[in-house]
T-cell receptor
Framework: GENVEQHPSTLSVQEGDSAVIKCTYSDSASNYFPWYKQELGKRPQLIIDIRSNVGEKKDQRIAVTLNKTAKHFSLHITETQPEDSAVYFCAHAAFGNTGKLIFGQGTTLQVKP | GAGVSQSPSNKVTEKGKDVELRCDPISGHTALYWYRQSLGQGLEFLIYFQGNSAPDKSGLPSDRFSAERTGGSVSTLTIQRTQQEDSAVYLC??????????????FGPGTRLLVL
């Protein structure tokens, strides 16, 4: 019940277009959903997160939506730029006395100039 | 301030040898996590510390893996009798330990372990 499926595994877009990455989880107790960006050879960094008491959160060109009924959440990047090229990981944390994050397999985003 | 640091950055060892990986969390962070990232894969949770205790060790793959944290700060992950399948990047993260642990985890640069 802890797994998270992430799609697509690779995504190539033209600069200026939008990119959408989707994740599906199975644990109905999950209540925290962060997204991490990992550039080649670097550490993962949080770009946005959402908690289960809201359905959408936006930060400039990045937005995350959460559908708790369907158990899926999505990352939306608008007006993509070449520097957005990286691997993006979704994750979720279940309710309980642990901060353990369960990560998706990652999406390699390539933004073509 | 300083971020999470890890050492060594790279470690090459022979099958059967023991290795120790070190993590220095952000000062004041009481929560510390170890994850493993195999090539082209997502991050796999290993263990979580709150202070010096480990309430969640559910991700440790076998009894060859152990971790400790002393003084509520530095943590070491030890892998005994290393196997080739242990080759991966081992990432450490820390967080303040508040907000019900639903808070940003800050990652270190990782230790790349290669077992020959």
């Amino acid at each position: 019940g802890e797994n998270v499926e992430q799609h697509p595994s690779t995504l190539s877009v033209q600069e200026g277009d939008s990119a959408v990455i989707k994740c599906t989880y199975s644990d109905s107790a999950s209540n925290y959903f962060p997204w991490y960006k990992q550039e080649l050879g670097k550490r993962p960094q949080l770009i946005i997160d959402i908690r289960s008491n809201v359905g959408e959160k936006k930060d400039q060109r990045i937005a995350v939506t959460l559908n708790k009924t369907a158990k899926h959440f999505s990352l939306h990047i608008t007006e993509t730029q070449p520097e957005d090229s990286a691997v993006y990981f979704c994750a979720h944390a279940a309710f309980g006395n642990t901060g353990k994050l369960i990560f998706g397999q990652g999406t390699t985003l390539q933004v073509k100039p | 301030g300083a971020g999470v640091s890890q050492s060594p950055s790279n470690k090459v060892t022979e099958k059967g040898k023991d290795v120790e990986l070190r993590c220095d969390p952000i000062s004041g962070h009481t929560a510390l996590y170890w994850y493993r990232q195999s090539l082209g894969q997502g991050l796999e949770f290993l263990i979580y510390f709150q202070g010096n205790s480990a309430p969640d060790k559910s991700g440790l793959p076998s009894d060859r893996f152990s971790a400790e944290r002393t003084g509520g700060s530095v943590s070491t992950l030890t892998i005994q009798r290393t196997q080739q399948e242990d080759s991966a990047v081992y990432l450490c993260a820390s967080s303040p330990g508040l907000a019900g642990l639903r808070e940003t985890q800050y990652f270190g640069p990782g230790t790349r372990l290669l077992v020959l």
